[in-house]
């Protein structure tokens, strides 16, 4: 399905998680990025909000815009400095409404949260991997596997109440209806599923070519391993034992499924091109050897309605949110008497909302 879920409230470390699990793999054992926790230690954690049932302390403030960093630097990506302000503006009112809304939560929205946040957490843990994985890449921006269930807990709830107290609904006519005036969102296109194994022959910090002598070295040693592959050798087992792709090298050299545009030319150009259970010869591209095997193919086609469907109503639940939410969420920050006490956010939090209303940019302050 190409149209985005937008949720109103991010899981913003959750994404992080994902995001950077490159990062993650190949950090040094022992580190842990935890600058919430050092900044905290260093200069005190302030409370920057507060308000009727309401308290945001900076570490929780900064534990979210790291996750968003993180993310961003793992897509190559790095936030301007002179956004950062907004963005953080931005994530502290998300941390005030998740706090407000979360007064409103029945037991209902409770359970609702609950079931929505095991099956985040389970999709995460499959992308992971394994489980140790999972925690490595956890431990990468300072969480335990408790915390971020706590937190994905938190958020799923405050919008299943956010929901309900919209009183949205979305009927079955709704989302068949949406289907089947947008069949273009629900093409799915041709697919390829593939283990493979890669020396590098760049330097992964400064991303420049390794030395001539290095490279012929990595060329010998991959051709050797073609050699035993085709010998018959297990494929999955010897991408364990060399594979220098840290994010499949942990599950036999398997990546994703993916369709054309999503990898570099040469690699793509191979893996289309094979049969299945077949092995390529030596691929080069510029991260470095690769042998490629394929696992299956997925012709082009159209997405059952019966495999959408959900996703279809959240959709639909979400846009009518965001028309809604904004006018609610302003009533409930009123209602609760909630200050922003950090002047710097102050400023940006009144900026935006002097841009919304005007429809202009806000301004950096």
């Known amino acids: 399905m190409k149209t985005k879920m937008k949720l109103i409230f991010t899981a913003a470390l959750a994404v992080a998680l994902t995001a950077s699990?490159?990062?993650?793999?190949?950090?040094?054992?022992?580190?842990?990025?935890t600058?919430?926790?050092?900044?905290?230690?260093?200069?005190g954690d302030p409370v920057i909000a507060k308000?009727?049932?309401?308290?945001?302390?900076?570490?929780?403030?900064?534990?979210?815009?790291?996750?968003i960093k993180s993310a961003a630097a793992a897509h190559n990506e790095p936030i301007p400095p002179q956004q950062l302000l907004g963005i953080e503006s931005?994530?502290?009112?998300?941390?005030?409404?998740?706090?407000?809304?979360?007064?409103?939560?029945?037991?209902?929205?409770?359970?609702?949260g609950q079931a929505k946040a095991e099956d985040q957490l389970t999709n995460l843990l499959a992308r992971a991997g394994s489980q140790e994985a999972f925690e490595r890449q956890l431990k990468a921006v300072g969480m335990t596997p408790q915390e971020l269930r706590t937190k994905i807990t938190q958020e799923a709830t405050a919008t299943a109440t956010m929901t309900r107290?919209?009183?949205?609904?979305?009927?079955?006519?709704?989302?068949?209806?949406?289907?089947?005036?947008?069949?273009?969102?629900?093409?799915?296109?041709?697919?390829?599923?593939?283990?493979?194994?890669?020396?590098?022959?760049m330097d992964t910090t400064t991303?420049?070519?390794?030395?001539?002598?290095?490279?012929?070295?990595?060329?010998?040693?991959?051709?050797?391993?073609?050699?035993?592959?085709?010998?018959?050798?297990?494929?999955?087992?010897?991408?364990e034992q060399y594979s220098e792709d840290p994010g499949s090298k942990v599950k036999g050299g398997e990546l994703p499924p993916f369709s054309h545009g999503e990898m570099v030319p040469q690699f793509e150009a191979a893996a289309f091109s094979m049969q299945t259970n077949?092995?390529?010869?030596?691929?080069?591209?510029?991260?470095?050897?690769?042998?490629?095997?394929?696992?299956?193919?997925?012709?082009?086609?159209?997405?059952d309605y019966a495999k959408v469907a959900?996703?279809?109503?959240?959709?639909l639940v979400q846009q009518k949110t965001q028309k809604l939410a904004p006018a609610y969420l302003a009533g409930l920050t009123k209602a609760a008497n909630v200050e922003i006490l950090d002047a710097d956010l102050k400023a940006a939090g009144a900026a935006a909302a002097l841009a919304a209303l005007t429809n202009t940019p806000a301004a950096t302050p």
């Open 165 to 201: 107290e919209l009183g949205i609904t979305v009927s079955d006519a709704d989302a068949t209806n949406f289907y089947a005036s947008h069949p273009s969102d629900f093409e799915q296109p041709e697919t390829v599923h593939v283990r493979h194994i890669l020396l590098l022959t």
């Open 207 to 239: 991303h420049t070519p390794l030395p001539a002598d290095q490279i012929e070295l990595k060329r010998k040693q991959i051709e050797d391993i073609l050699k035993r592959v085709k010998a018959g050798e297990d494929f999955a087992t010897l991408a």
């Open 278 to 303: 077949t092995v390529s010869d030596v691929v080069t591209t510029d991260y470095g050897f690769h042998i490629i095997k394929l696992l299956d193919k997925t012709p082009a086609q159209k997405v």
């Open 310 to 315: 959900d996703k279809i109503k959240e959709f």
């Open 51 to 67: 308000g009727n049932g309401v308290e945001v302390k900076q570490s929780a403030l900064d534990e979210v815009v790291l996750g």
């Open 90 to 112: 931005q994530m502290l009112n998300r941390l005030i409404q998740i706090q407000l809304l979360l007064q409103k939560a029945t037991d209902a929205d409770k359970a609702v």
């Open 21 to 33: 699990r490159a990062n993650a793999d190949t950090a040094p054992t022992g580190t842990n990025v």
């Open 35 to 43: 600058t919430a926790a050092t900044m905290a230690s260093l200069f």
